[in-house]
Nanobody
Framework: QVQLVESGGGLVQAGGSLRLSCIASGRTFSSYAMGWFRQAPGKEGEFVAAINWSGSSKDYADFVKGRFTISRDNAKNTVYLQMNSLKPEDTAVYYC??????????????????WGQGTQVTVSS
């Protein structure tokens, strides 16, 4: 099983960019599909993006399509979330998660068995 640590969050103005990173420990990173989720204060957590084990398939929530890009580097045990054209409503704690169903792109948080601690993203207007 992997352990996950996110980084890269911070405070940015609307229209700006951030790149989140999630580093996994362990040798089996490429056996997992990876996802990014977020949770804003007072709101339920929501799916943001997912990528399969090889990086050949990706999926996004409608509200980030065209603005966010998920990618992974299996040699570095790292998954990324490039966030461009950020909006105040993107403010949330962002979590990366690992799913053992390596080929599938799940929106359902319950399919993910391992979670990072989260990184705060704050977008000011």
């Amino acid at each position: 099983q992997v352990q996950l640590v996110e980084s890269g969050g911070g405070l940015v103005q609307a229209g700006g960019s951030l790149r989140l990173s999630c580093i996994a420990s362990g040798r089996t990173f490429s056996s997992y599909a990876m996802g990014w989720f977020r949770q804003a204060p007072g709101k339920e957590g929501e799916f943001v993006a997912a990528i399969n084990w090889s990086g050949s398939s990706k999926d996004y929530a409608d509200f980030v399509k065209g603005r966010f890009t998920i990618s992974r580097d299996n040699a570095k045990n790292t998954v990324y979330l490039q966030m461009n054209s950020l909006k105040p409503e993107d403010t949330a704690v962002y979590y990366c998660a690992a799913s053992p169903t390596a080929y599938r792109l799940d929106h359902n948080r319950y399919e993910y068995t391992t979670w990072g601690q989260g990184t705060q993203v704050t977008v000011s207007s």
